[in-house]
C-alpha cells in the first residue's frame, strides 16, 4: 500500500490497489481514495476529525489526509505514524510537519491529548488474543483527559442468515478476524491479520484495560466510539 501512495503522488504509473480477506473475493481500491479531502470522507472520519483536539496521533496515517486537515484546518499539532515508510514519506511531501515511520508498538513520544485509529481502525489489533497489548499500549500514550477515537464495522452481516435469523459462523476463532492480502502491480504482500470487532466486544476489551468507552456514531453496519480514562 506504501508503494502505490509513493506511485501515486510522484504519477509513477499508479494502478489501483486490490484487496481481498478470508471471507471476501478480489476488491478494487482507488489509490485516490487514500488521498480524498475532507468533504469526500465518510460521516465516521468527518465526525472524529471534529471532535479531534488539542495533540493528536494519528495513528496508521496512510497518505496523511486525516492529519492535513487537522494541522491545516484545524491548526491541531499533530503527528503522523504509519508502518510503511514510504507513506510517512508521502506524508512529509505532502506538508505533515511530524510524521514517524515506526509501528505503533514501539513507538514512545509522549502523550496525546486525541489518539485517532481510523478506517477500521480496530485492524491494528490484529486479534482478540492480543487486543490487550494494543490496549495497553494506547493507554499509555493518552494524556490524563485525552480520548481515543477509533472505528470499525461489524462484519456478521457478511455470514449467510439461517431462517431463524441466526448466522453461519466458522466455530474456529471470532468472527471478525480475517486474513488481510493487498495485491499492487503483479505483486502480493504476505496476508496480515486484520480484525474487525462488534462495539460490545470492543467494549469488554476497553473496559477490561481500563477505559470507558462510548459509541459516537453509528453508520449502518460501521461505528466510531471514543475512550477515556476511567477515572
Known sequence: MGRAIWDY??????????????????????????????????????KALKLANG?????????????????????????ALDISPKSIE?????????????????FSEGTFDTILLLMNGTGIFQSLNVIDI??????????SK???LIDSTDI????????????????????GE???IVHYKGESEDPIKWLYLDFDTLKNAAENNGFKIEKVLQDEDSYLARLTFNN
Open 9 to 46: 503522488y510522484h504519477n509513477n504509473n499508479p494502478k489501483d490497489l486490490q484487496t481481498e480477506t478470508s471471507i471476501s473475493e478480489l476488491d478494487e481500491l482507488p489509490v485516490d481514495y487514500l488521498f480524498r479531502d475532507f468533504k469526500e470522507m465518510n460521516k465516521i472520519e468527518q
Open 55 to 79: 495533540k493528536v496521533l494519528d495513528i496508521g496515517a496512510g497518505a496523511g489526509s486525516h492529519s492535513l486537515y487537522l494541522q491545516n484546518e484545524r491548526n491541531l499539532e499533530v503527528t
Open 90 to 106: 508521502v506524508c512529509k511531501l505532502r506538508g505533515v510537519k511530524s510524521a514517524v515511520a515506526e509501528n505503533m508498538l514501539h
Open 134 to 143: 494494543y490496549l495497553k499500549k494506547l493507554h499509555s500514550l493518552l494524556s
Open 146 to 148: 485525552g480520548q481515543i
Open 156 to 175: 456478521l452481516y457478511m455470514f449467510d442468515e439461517d431462517e431463524d435469523g441466526g448466522f453461519y459462523i466458522p466455530v474456529d476463532g471470532y468472527y
Open 178 to 180: 480475517l486474513d488481510y
